[in-house]
């Protein structure tokens, strides 16, 4: 009896040992795709600066939503997302000391470690989401299903968007967990404390997703037909769904309590009616990014979800989602990303229903992994193609040396004066800077300590009374400047302010940096945002 004891508790050990072996395949995998040399690919995108400042501003004490009066991008619409974002991203950074536990300085590789930081966070969430995204396959369907898919996500070139530090990739951990955890809760009916306690933890994941960004909340269906249809007690649906609702309307409720609902109102309505080349052109640069992952998973999703096994998880995951975003006009390819996981489930389903297609059983269970690696040998070349560039050191340059001529007029001004960036509060001593919000938040936040300079995103005439002017200049300053208010005043005057200045420092990006544009995969990057600024020219003014 002790023999056959020992045998079992063997065997269980040696199951054990296997299952974590597998899974620790794509974890390894996935740590390397989204943790090398963050610091240099992707390049910086200007939304990552736009929550990294929202971030900077609440470790400032200055609480989640910003002032028209401060750097937003749009003045006139400061109430753009909810909060969770910054909040999430201040509270895991305030944790390891940030940004002072870095010890600052304008150097460019001091400068990279502060966009480093948030980036390895980001990379870490996507290891996550690696591992979420197993269980629930291997939770729903199988381990050889589970493998695949969490294989290609850790692979596949078009995983690398959740490198940056944008609110998807903050988001996307909170969905996997809260499907997750409504899976498992039907695991514990006999025990109604567990299940009351997952369905709740994953009503409360889902509503911080939600509260993160709001299209997401066409996973509401999603999740919440796994509860309806896993729990016995009819009672856990609504207590699941009491936090999804209450968590995010914590936005407006924070708008009200400030006065603020007609501007919170503003920006919704302003959001909602933005316009851009909308949901075709996303999933057309999707495409661009990894033509192979695109056709696969569009092909694993007819098979799965509509032809052949009706996958209702499937069907409730993209539909909802897509016709949300098809519906209101603005969406970037990246808005797309908490469509992953679920592109590289249908993608793994179809190349496990190829072994169906062999009689012979041993080939029928080795094609699928045959497959798997083929595409996957794929992806890990192409990724790590894209991995090794640098396309960031323009960013930082530029940033450094802003910093750089911020700190030496105030050296000169205010001899004696050891902080950065100070002054003595006198106007005659402050200093403007005028410039896109992508480079002022560093010095703003980081660098000015005692708050001492003014820093404007945008021009009003007459707004300025410092007789000391820094410009960040790039190809579209003017325009920028003056993006919410147009007026010829306003153009003329910023023209005066540009002509009696002079430069101090030139910096011009590497066009360079990236060998073979021509030639997959380096012109999937070619067009994929907005084109940022090349050549950046600091003047002064005094």
């Known amino acids: 009896m002790v023999h056959l004891k020992s045998l079992v508790a063997k065997s269980c050990q040696n199951i054990y040992s296997s299952r974590l072996l597998i899974i620790l395949i794509p974890i390894g995998l996935s740590a390397f795709t989204h943790l090398w040399n963050l610091e240099g690919f992707p390049g ?36 753009t997302h909810p909060y969770f974002g910054q909040l999430f991203l201040a509270g895991v950074l305030g944790i390891v000391g940030y940004p002072n536990s870095i010890h600052p300085t304008a150097d460019p590789s001091s400068i990279k470690e502060l966009f480093l930081v948030p980036r390895i966070l980001m990379g870490i969430l996507a290891v996550a ?8 396959t291997e939770f729903r369907y199988n381990r050889t299903v589970a493998l695949i898919a969490s294989i290609l996500f850790a692979v596949m070139p078009i995983t690398w968007m959740l490198r940056r530090v944008w609110l998807e990739p903050i988001q996307l951990p909170f969905i996997l967990s809260s499907i997750l955890l409504a899976l498992h809760s039907a695991n514990c009916n006999s025990r109604k404390s567990h299940a009351t306690l997952l369905v709740t933890s994953s009503g409360i994941l889902l509503g911080l997703a939600i509260f993160t960004k709001i299209p997401v909340f066409t996973m509401i269906p999603l999740v919440g037909y796994i509860v ?46 933005r316009e851009n080349s909308g949901l075709v052109n996303a999933l057309g640069k999707l495409f661009t990014i990894d033509p192979v992952f695109i056709i696969l998973s569009l092909g694993g999703f007819v098979y799965a979800a509509i032809l052949k096994r ?36 249908s993608s793994a389903l179809i ?37 090794t560039l640098n396309l960031t050191s323009f960013h930082y340059q530029v940033i450094s040396g802003l910093v750089n001529q911020l700190q030496d007029i105030s050296s000169r001004k205010n001899e004696g004066v050891s902080n950065n960036l100070a002054g003595n509060g006198n106007n005659n001593e402050r200093i403007t800077v005028l410039g896109s919000n992508y480079w002022l938040w560093v010095p703003k936040y980081v660098f000015d300590n005692n708050q001492i300079n003014d820093y404007k995103n945008y021009y009003n005439d007459g707004d300025i009374r410092t007789k000391n002017n820094l410009f960040v200049v790039n190809e579209n300053f003017i325009y920028d400047m003056i993006r919410d208010n147009n007026t010829e005043r306003n153009i003329e005057g910023l023209r005066t302010l540009y002509v009696n200045s002079s ?40």
Request: charged content about 15%; hydrophobic content about 45%.
């Open 44 to 79: 910086i995108y200007r939304d990552e600066d736009h929550y990294l400042r929202k971030t900077m501003h609440v470790l400032r004490g200055l609480g989640p939503q910003e002032a028209p009066s401060e750097l937003v991008s749009f003045p006139v619409h400061p109430y």
């Open 129 to 136: 989401d690696t591992f979420f995204l197993y269980r629930i």
């Open 228 to 273: 309806y249809s896993t729990a016995t007690n009819q009672k856990l649906v609504g207590l699941w769904f009491i936090p999804v609702l209450l968590i995010p309307a914590a936005w407006p409720l924070y708008a009200i309590s400030t006065g603020q609902f007609d501007q919170w109102i503003d920006g919704v309505l302003w959001q909602s009616e």
């Open 310 to 345: 009706r996958e209702i998880l499937l069907l409730l995951w993209i539909v909802p989602f897509i016709v949300f975003n098809h519906l209101s006009g603005y969406v970037s390819y990246w808005h797309l990303a908490p469509l992953l996981p679920a592109f590289c489930i």
């Open 351 to 387: 190349i496990a229903e190829t072994s169906k297609i062999f009689r012979n059983q041993k080939v029928a269970k080795v094609v699928p992994y045959a497959i798997v690696g083929s595409v996957g040998l794929f992806g890990i070349i192409t990724t790590s193609m894209l991995i």
């Open 503 to 542: 430069a101090l420092a030139t910096i011009e990006e590497d066009k360079q940096m990236i060998p073979n544009w021509g030639n997959y995969p380096f012109s999937s990057l070619i067009d994929l945002d907005p084109k940022a600024a090349t050549k950046v020219e600091i003047r002064v003014n005094h």
